[in-house]
């Protein structure tokens, strides 16, 4: 199928936008390449240093005549979908001694959990952290005695920070190597019924707990689609994991088998190895575009219209939203995955996962299959699934069909024509909105709004009995400048309250709502924020709102709005305790969410 002519238009208007910086980033990462592998360039006090505790590997490193492969690992056991990482660096060890190599830990990033920090000050390092983990990533492998390196990372944040450091080294390959999903435990959507029912006062917290625990039961990642699962289908759409190993199961046999071979493939992609491939080659712009097609064909999280911007700037491309509002409007959505549908992803995966979706969108001519990968040339590579035949690991063709067309569908015959996101304009800045989970009798809210400077001001006021009526609720002084751009998810429940109600209900804000985040519908990372001058902050209690996610609408009916002066906040709070006084420079330093919200600048 010849490739969508958007897709062209859009890659081609990307390439141009991008030229500048893009070249100059190039440019880096070729005077990178020839010098050649770095730790034959050591002094000898550096090498020794660098290999005193390789034990027996110390004299192959020492001959610099074989790879040597850098570990980054996310892994703490705090974090479920981290906690399989702890076996990893011993298997990968084993692996890259069987093929000649050598392997060492670089270093390890943080991770944080958003569910744990839900509704806490700490989600208001939540962001932020995406930019520390690309800090730490960089230092680890500044020592410059790796040939090539894989990362060991699942998460919100923890996937973006690592694609930007990987790419600040974008002279060396680079394999992500996932941990899995955890196996399915209470649906989430039974999940979610108990929380509405706790936030109504229906249900006790040890009802709340128990049926949280049912859901979160193990180690892996979180089953609904989120920004963590989000992430791993761009990891595949993007050409860094191996194919169809996204959403293998922790600790099984074939987890296991896809770790060990992912470890050699990226010590075989190395200047060393027969098949030299840096992540420069493998992230361009193509690469980024079919990112935006799995984002927008899955229903896939918000979160993304940050970190994907910010992780394409790390390689001197610039995307915009309006590129993602472009490639929505062609790409079909052909994936019920909760919260948007009552699916897992261990179902999701069983129907025929991201190797069928790819196929699908490589026929409609939705992808570029023009891209290097990891599993080499061609995203074609990537309709292929993994299997163990005998204890060895092999690949086959992946279904053609979906096995539940309730979950999976055709691109000839999507649950909608269109992808899951909206950008909104208007006289309020721009914003966006995930649509995929939204039913369309709820995507047009116009009403008075309800102005409030924290989500503990919205619960307060909902448990008052002060919520009456069509209503649009406004949660300002919630971006990056403001406190870090921390997740609102925690309001979901009395929104979803409200809406059950008969209530017509939308939020707007400068803030995030979380990646899971569905059915209310929610105008979210509004620029310019309320603490940069952006119209939200003239907005006062009964102002009429219009959010119009058909026609890409966010504006204030109400005459003289935008005469009125800003309203100014008492941030103070915001800026200290759980670690927030050591984020000043952050604060003071980040981008607008639409240029990736990112303490860093053009690389």
């Known amino acids: 199928m010849p490739l969508n002519p958007v897709m062209t238009r859009v890659t081609e208007r990307v390439i141009e936008r991008s030229a500048p910086t893009r070249r100059r980033y190039l440019d880096r990462m070729a005077k990178a390449k020839s010098d050649g592998p770095a ?44 906690q399989p990482f702890e076996r990893y660096p011993t298997l990968i060890r084993d692996a890259v001694r069987a093929a000649g190599g050598t392997a060492q830990v670089a270093g390890g990033v943080p991770a944080m959990c958003d569910g744990v920090t839900q509704g806490e000050a700490g989600m208001e390092l939540s962001l932020f952290s995406r930019d520390v983990i690309a800090l730490a990533a960089g230092v680890a492998l500044s020592h410059n005695t ?59 917290r040890e009802e709340l707990l128990k049926a949280e625990m049912a859901a979160y039961h193990g180690p892996g990642t979180c089953t609904f689609y989120g920004t963590a699962n989000t992430n791993q289908m761009l990891m595949e759409f993007m050409g860094l994991h191996l194919p169809g190993s996204s959403f293998v199961n922790p600790n099984t046999d074939l987890r296991d088998a896809l770790t060990v071979e992912g470890a050699k493939r990226a010590l075989s ?38 970190h994907l911007i910010a992780m394409a700037r790390a390689g001197g491309i610039i995307l915009d939203w ?60 990537y309709t292929h699934e993994p299997r163990l035949e005998s204890g060895t690991l092999t690949w086959t063709p992946g279904s053609g069909e979906s096995l539940n067309t309730g979950i999976l ?35 047009v809210v116009e009403a008075p709004c309800r102005v409030f400077h ?18 649009i ?39 995030r709502m979380s990646g899971a985040s569905g059915k209310v519908p929610s105008a979210i990372h509004v620029c310019p924020e309320a603490l940069d001058g952006g119209p939200i902050g003239q907005l006062q209690d009964g102002d009429i709102v219009r959010v119009d996610a058909v026609a890409g609408v966010l504006e204030v009916l109400t005459e003289g709005v935008l005469e009125r002066p800003h309203a100014t906040a008492d941030l103070s709070d915001n800026q200290w305790g759980v670690g927030r006084d050591m984020f000043t420079a952050f604060r003071s330093n980040v981008g607008s969410a639409n240029t990736g919200a990112t303490v860093f600048g053009d690389f």
Request: glycine share 12%; aromatic share 6%; proline share 5%.
């Open 39 to 82: 730790r034959a360039h050591l002094s000898c006090s550096g090498q020794a240093h660098a290999f005193a505790a390789a034990g027996d590997d110390q004299s192959r490193l020492a001959e610099a005549i074989s790879g040597n492969l850098g570990i980054v690992t996310a892994y703490n056991d705090m974090l479920s979908a981290h």
């Open 146 to 204: 790796f040939d090539a390196a894989v990362f060991l990372g699942v998460c919100d944040k923890i996937v973006p920070g690592l694609i930007i450091a990987a790419q600040s080294f974008g002279h060396l390959p680079a394999v992500f190597l996932p941990a899995g999903p955890m196996t399915s435990g209470l649906p989430n959507d039974e999940k979610a019924k108990v929380r509405q029912r706790f936030a109504a006062g229906e249900a006790t």
């Open 269 to 306: 992609l190395s200047a060393l190895g027969n098949h030299y491939t840096p992540v420069c080659d493998v992230l361009d712009e193509k690469a980024f575009v079919n990112g935006i097609v799995g984002l927008n064909a899955t229903g896939g999280s918000t979160n993304l219209l940050i």
């Open 322 to 381: 309006e590129d993602f509002c472009d490639l929505s409007e062609i790409t079909p959505l052909i994936a019920r995955v909760y919260p948007n549908g009552l699916a897992d992803v261990n179902q999701f995966h069983a129907a025929g996962g991201l190797g069928f979706m790819i196929g699908q969108l490589l026929n409609a001519g939705l992808l570029h299959d023009d891209t290097k990968t990891v599993a080499g040339d061609g995203l074609e590579n």
């Open 409 to 443: 569908r055709p691109a000839s015959d999507p649950f909608q024509e269109t992808g899951g996101l909206s950008r909104l304009v208007g006289t309020l800045g721009t914003g966006v909105m995930k649509i995929s989970a939204v039913a369309p009798e709820h995507r």
């Open 454 to 471: 924290d989500q503990d001001e919205v619960k307060a006021a909902f448990k008052a009995g002060e919520f009456e009526g069509d209503m």
């Open 473 to 511: 609720i406004v949660v300002r002084f919630q971006g990056p400048k403001a406190n870090g751009m921390p997740e609102l998810h925690s309001l979901t429940p009395l929104l979803g309250i409200m809406q059950g109600r008969g209530q017509k209900v939308a939020l707007v804000t400068d803030g």
